[in-house]
């Protein structure tokens, strides 16, 4: 089974709520990213995805955008991403990594050179934002040969036999966009958005997971009756940004943010367990 | 290939070249790489514009728009003095200059809004770089009473502050781009997103045969008027088209002038703007320097680091300034079907100045580049052989940047 099947399959058997967190790889450095992504896992977070920085994240809000420029301040590469994740992985062999990106860097490091680092170094899968299920047909094979899985994402406006057809390329868990907007906009409408996860859940086999526009404990409760997993990324950024390379005090705004989260998501189970 | 006098859109399924095929791919090129959320509008866009482009009413709309709003046909203008000047090839200008608002980009964004309205759009968004394509879709918007927003880098509103002024007149709200390299590659990202959040009552007017498939075809389709008229005027006058001249950012007036040629014998030449020079890494030259890749929803030539980062891109012209081209251009270049050169900034301030004095028509500096080239091609080529120049766009929105370039104070 491969990592992030079993974290889902755990997560499940406790009755728990899968929790994503997103930040940009290299944002402000990659010796903070590393500090960053184990705040994230001793504060909850079940699956990480690391963002993979472009010049041109079109489908991104601004705080991203800005994270992506500092990030490529110092010109973060695919290959530095990779050494990254090896040294993650020197003292966590088990929180599942996903790299979110754009098509053109994997494109320019070449699929299989990119797939084959990336499997080695312990990246688990990829999601590529602009890299529709039409056009990622040889990318998903390539990926499949070392092992990789693809997460595809699904919008509002997808309809239900494209959803069906989605899922036929996807593996690991699908990503549902809970607006029509970019990453870390504020109009998430919570009532359509649980309409929806209804429906695609019926259509799916594989774990779902929300996120864009998913800011606080709240939200992310309601959500996750109809989801499988919630992904929270550009309020993390945010603090990143914020607090300009303080390392003490990111760490601990990240936690602060991300505890209550997870106690949130986990406050039915804890009552069911009194019981 | 015979001409087409009818009021019609290309019909690409009874040339030869049968590009792009129904998936928007140019061989390996175009395509539609975007996120998911824009996939269902592209689609609704493709469909609605499959079917009007057969419609009468739509045509007749269109059509009527070009010859009462627009000013079509434009003249094709045999440029005498210059053409004995040079003694070679004669020298042909189609006046795309002489279309309202001053350039070709009009006849796009006039098609594009007539389709926005059939789709029931009420808002219209485009990017803008020199800001030409900004000011023919507010022109357009403000004709069809719709509401405008124009993305525009800050660095090309401070270079461009008189077109940001048109655009404000003509009712648009300009909205300032901060992110990245504040200028039109930058301008685009944020009209994809804008795009992305509104897309229910909002048509992106893209202004160049670049973007997620259909953009590259319908720009394609409604620019080629230019070349469809070219063939009748040649014909009117009995002559025969040897060589046609095009300058190449994004590449629309360039693709509009070509498309109805590609199954012709004539030969045809897109000019790159090569900036400082080729060999410098300051120039704005795909075709020529860069590498295949993915940006702006499409596969195509990209000027980008070595870690697949798109960089920044050098032009005295700045609607050559782009990183990326038409996908359908770097098909045409892998066919072998276009010629694509260069002509640095100093060739283009030199073909701006001469254009000016010889035939009293002053280029814009994006068709400056055409003219560079052609003046040397024509020298090549055999008297009594026929030369087209797409003269895209006239030069009154440089003469701020022409006179600080030379030190003259206006």
Known sequence: ???????????????????????????????????????????????????VPFSDPMADGPTIQRACERALIHKTSCSDIFNLVKKFRINNKGTPIVLMGYLNPIERMGYDLFAKSASESGVDAVLVVDLPHEE???????????NLESIFLIAPNTKTERIKKIANYASGFLYYVSLKGVTGASTLDINSTKEQLKIIKNTIELPLAVGFGIKDAETAKILSNQADAIVIGSAIVNIIENEQGDNIKTNSDIMQLMNPIRLKLDENIISGEEV | MKPNQNKKLS????????????????GVFGGTFVAETLIEPLRNLRDMYHKLKKDEDFLKELYSEYENYVGRPTPLYFAERLTSKINGANIFLKREDLCHTGAHKINNTIGQAILAKKMGKTRIIAETGAGQHGVASATVAARLGMECVVFMGEQDIYRQSQNV????????????????SKTLKDALNEALRDWV????????????????????????????????????????????????????GGGSNAIGLFYPFIDTESKMYGVEAAGDGLDTDKHSAP????????????????????????????????GLDYPGVGPEHALLKDLGRVN????????????????????????????????????????????????????????????????RIEGIEI
Do not use: W
């Not at chain 1, 990622?136 to 070392?146: H, L, P, Q, S, T």
């Not at chain 2, 940006?295 to 798109?310: A, C, V």
């Open chain 2, 11 to 26: 019909d690409f399924k009874l040339m030869k070249y049968g590009y792009p095929d129904d998936n928007g791919h140019y």
């Open chain 2, 287 to 318: 075709l020529n320097k860069g590498k295949i890749g993915v940006l702006h929803g499409n596969r195509t030539y990209l000027l980008e680091d070595e870690n697949g980062q798109i960089i920044e891109t050098h032009s005295i012209s700045a």
């Open chain 2, 197 to 248: 959040t509104n897309v229910d009552d909002t048509f992106y007017i893209i202004g160049t045969v670049a973007g997620p498939s259909p953009y590259p075809e319908l720009v394609r389709d409604f620019q080629a008027i230019i070349g469809r008229e070219v063939i009748n005027q040649m014909q009117e006058i009995d002559k025969k088209v040897d060589a046609l001249v095009a300058c190449v």
């Open chain 1, 136 to 146: 990622a047909e040889d990318v998903v094979n390539i990926f499949k040969k070392y």
């Open chain 1, 1 to 51: 089974m491969s990592r992030i099947s079993e974290t889902f399959h755990q997560l499940k058997k406790n009755e728990k709520t899968c929790l994503i967190s997103y930040i940009t790889a290299g944002d402000p450095s990659l010796d903070d990213s590393l500090k960053i992504m184990n705040t994230l896992v001793n504060s909850g977070t079940d699956i990480i995805e690391l963002g």
């Open chain 2, 340 to 403: 694509y050169e260069s002509a640095t900034d100093k060739e283009s301030l030199e073909a701006f100045h001469e254009l000016s004095k010889v035939e009293g028509i002053i280029p814009a500096l994006e068709t400056s580049h055409a003219v560079a080239y052609a003046i040397k091609l024509a020298a090549k080529m055999k008297k009594g052989e026929n030369i087209i120049i797409n003269l895209s766009g006239r030069g009154d929105k440089d003469l701020n940047t022409v006179a």
């Open chain 2, 165 to 180: 002024y048109r655009m404000k007149l003509l009712g648009a709200e300009v909205v300032p781009v901060t992110s990245g």
